[in-house]
T-cell receptor, first 114, second 113 residues
Framework: AQSVAQPEDQVNVAEGNPLTVKCTYSVSGNPYLFWYVQYPNRGLQFLLKYITGDNLVKGSYGFEAEFNKSQTSFHLKKPSALVSDSALYFC????????????FGAGTRLFVKA | DVKVTQSSRYLVKRTGEKVFLECVQDMDHENMFWYRQDPGLGLRLIYFSYDVKMKEKGDIPEGYSVSREKKERFSLILESASTNQTSMYLCASNMAGEAETQYFGPGTRLLVL
């Protein structure tokens, strides 16, 4: 069965510092991995995804994520955090075995302090 | 730009009422989804539709039904609302394909009294 874990409910970082939001996953086949962001009172917005190929994926707003197959992880990173990055971040996974479901993590709230 | 709209941003209903939540997408997407979002639980799939009049149950379909009479419109129905259905409801759509990005509506925050 597919599953996604976001081990941190909340991440606090100072503006200008690098940030990491962690995600680990479990799937039967090969994973398709996604990061979405939710700003207050908004729906989810797509940030980036990994399908195949280069393990480092670059996305919107300066975010990137690294796929690590051996550790089954897909951590979201940004070299220099902005206050405006404060939001709720969701990791999601789907596999290539033909099912229709994408499984979402519980979410990690990111606070960037000025 | 893909646009997914939901009929209401906020709704207040009473226990036992029948509730309709509507979702419309303008990009001719085959797939449409209804999720509920609760703190600490992330998004849980209620129902999925891959074509007009076609539907699949998600992880938590109990107490809900759906209707997809037109490709662009996917409705979620709470047959008899209960207080444990108080939640944020998110609609999403995407093209057919395993790795396709989902596009989300702004959400409907439903309070059942």
């Amino acid at each position: 069965a597919q599953s996604v874990a976001q081990p941190e409910d909340q991440v606090n970082v100072a503006e200008g510092n690098p940030l990491t939001v962690k995600c680990t996953y479990s799937v039967s086949g090969n994973p398709y991995l996604f990061w979405y962001v939710q700003y207050p009172n908004r729906g989810l917005q797509f940030l980036l995804k990994y399908i195949t190929g280069d393990n480092l994926v670059k996305g919107s707003y300066g975010f990137e994520a690294e796929f690590n197959k051996s550790q089954t992880s897909f951590h979201l990173k940004k070299p220099s955090a902005l206050v405006s990055d404060s939001a709720l971040y969701f990791c999601a996974v789907r596999d290539d075995t033909g099912g229709f479901k994408t499984i979402f993590g519980a979410g990690t709230r990111l606070f960037v302090k000025a | 730009d893909v646009k997914v709209t939901q009929s209401s941003r906020y709704l207040v209903k009473r226990t036992g009422e029948k509730v309709f939540l509507e979702c419309v997408q303008d990009m001719d997407h085959e797939n449409m989804f209804w999720y509920r979002q609760d703190p600490g639980l992330g998004l849980r799939l209620i129902y999925f539709s891959y074509d007009v009049k076609m539907k699949e149950k998600g992880d938590i379909p109990e107490g809900y039904s759906v209707s997809r009479e037109k490709k662009e419109r996917f409705s979620l129905i709470l047959e008899s609302a209960s207080t444990n259905q108080t939640s944020m409801y998110l609609c999403a759509s995407n093209m057919a394909g395993e790795a396709e990005t989902q596009y989300f509506g702004p959400g409907t925050r439903l309070l059942v009294l």
